[in-house]
Protein backbone atom coordinates (compact mmCIF):
# COMPACT_ATOMS: atom_id res chain seq x y z
CA UNK A 1 0.00 0.00 0.00
CA UNK A 2 1.84 3.07 -1.54
CA UNK A 3 -0.69 5.35 -1.27
CA UNK A 4 -3.88 6.52 0.62
CA UNK A 5 -5.87 5.45 -2.90
CA UNK A 6 -4.23 1.86 -2.85
CA UNK A 7 -4.88 1.93 1.07
CA UNK A 8 -8.65 2.52 0.04
CA UNK A 9 -8.84 -0.10 -3.01
CA UNK A 10 -6.93 -3.07 -0.87
CA UNK A 11 -8.91 -2.64 2.47
CA UNK A 12 -12.35 -2.78 -0.40
CA UNK A 13 -11.11 -5.34 -2.13
CA UNK A 14 -10.25 -7.68 0.53
CA UNK A 15 -13.94 -6.51 3.27
CA UNK A 16 -15.76 -6.10 0.11
CA UNK A 17 -17.10 -2.97 1.00
CA UNK A 18 -20.42 -1.93 -0.85
CA UNK A 19 -20.81 0.29 -3.87
CA UNK A 20 -21.52 3.80 -1.63
CA UNK A 21 -17.80 2.84 -0.03
CA UNK A 22 -16.71 7.11 -0.26
CA UNK A 23 -13.24 6.12 -0.98
CA UNK A 24 -11.69 8.68 1.48
CA UNK A 25 -10.40 8.48 5.10
CA UNK A 26 -13.51 9.19 6.25
CA UNK A 27 -15.36 6.46 4.54
CA UNK A 28 -12.51 3.97 5.18
CA UNK A 29 -13.01 4.29 9.02
CA UNK A 30 -17.00 4.25 8.77
CA UNK A 31 -16.86 1.08 6.54
CA UNK A 32 -14.35 -0.14 9.51
CA UNK A 33 -17.03 0.07 12.51
CA UNK A 34 -19.68 -1.03 9.88
CA UNK A 35 -19.13 -4.74 8.17
CA UNK A 36 -23.17 -5.60 8.30
CA UNK A 37 -22.25 -7.11 4.90
CA UNK A 38 -19.58 -9.13 6.09
CA UNK A 39 -21.09 -10.25 9.53
CA UNK A 40 -18.45 -12.57 11.43
CA UNK A 41 -17.53 -13.65 15.06
CA UNK A 42 -14.39 -11.87 14.85
CA UNK A 43 -12.15 -9.64 11.82
CA UNK A 44 -8.58 -10.01 11.59
CA UNK A 45 -6.97 -7.32 9.09
CA UNK A 46 -3.65 -8.69 8.08
CA UNK A 47 -1.05 -5.72 6.79
CA UNK A 48 1.63 -7.64 4.91
CA UNK A 49 5.08 -6.01 4.29
CA UNK A 50 4.18 -3.51 7.16
CA UNK A 51 7.61 -1.03 7.09
CA UNK A 52 6.59 -0.19 3.27
CA UNK A 53 3.29 1.05 4.34
CA UNK A 54 2.51 4.43 2.84
CA UNK A 55 6.09 4.86 3.25
CA UNK A 56 6.13 8.39 1.66
CA UNK A 57 3.78 9.91 3.86
CA UNK A 58 3.81 9.40 8.09
CA UNK A 59 0.76 11.56 8.18
CA UNK A 60 -1.19 8.91 5.79
CA UNK A 61 0.42 6.53 8.26
CA UNK A 62 -0.62 7.88 11.18
CA UNK A 63 -3.95 8.50 9.99
CA UNK A 64 -4.59 4.62 9.10
CA UNK A 65 -2.69 3.60 12.42
CA UNK A 66 -5.67 6.16 14.06
CA UNK A 67 -8.44 4.45 11.69
CA UNK A 68 -7.85 0.76 12.47
CA UNK A 69 -7.16 1.43 16.32
CA UNK A 70 -10.48 3.57 16.21
CA UNK A 71 -12.23 0.51 14.62
CA UNK A 72 -10.56 -1.82 16.86
CA UNK A 73 -11.87 -0.29 19.97
CA UNK A 74 -15.04 0.33 18.34
CA UNK A 75 -15.48 -3.81 18.14
CA UNK A 76 -14.01 -4.37 21.68
CA UNK A 77 -17.10 -2.35 23.28
CA UNK A 78 -20.46 -4.18 23.37
CA UNK A 79 -22.26 -0.75 23.54
CA UNK A 80 -23.74 -0.37 19.76
CA UNK A 81 -23.01 -3.99 18.73
CA UNK A 82 -26.03 -6.87 18.30
CA UNK A 83 -27.01 -7.96 21.44
CA UNK A 84 -23.94 -6.22 22.73
CA UNK A 85 -21.71 -8.91 21.99
CA UNK A 86 -17.86 -7.54 21.83
CA UNK A 87 -16.11 -8.87 18.30
CA UNK A 88 -12.66 -9.40 18.21
CA UNK A 89 -11.43 -7.39 15.55
CA UNK A 90 -7.24 -7.55 15.56
CA UNK A 91 -5.23 -6.08 13.09
CA UNK A 92 -1.44 -7.54 12.51
CA UNK A 93 1.24 -6.22 10.84
CA UNK A 94 3.66 -8.50 9.04
CA UNK A 95 7.08 -7.51 7.93
CA UNK A 96 10.20 -9.80 7.23
CA UNK A 97 12.91 -10.38 9.57
CA UNK A 98 15.31 -9.09 7.15
CA UNK A 99 13.50 -5.58 7.03
CA UNK A 100 12.91 -5.58 11.09
CA UNK A 101 16.63 -6.07 11.46
CA UNK A 102 17.30 -3.20 9.22
CA UNK A 103 14.85 -0.87 11.04
CA UNK A 104 16.46 -1.40 14.60
CA UNK A 105 20.04 -0.22 13.16
CA UNK A 106 21.07 3.33 13.61
Not at 51 to 72: C, M
Request: hydrophobic content about 40%.
Amino acid sequence: MVDADQVSYDFSDALLFPSYFGWNWNALSDCLRDLHWLPADGYLVIIDNAPQLLPDSSHDRHTLFRILAKAVHHWASPLGQPEGKVVPFKVLLLCDRDEEGRRERP
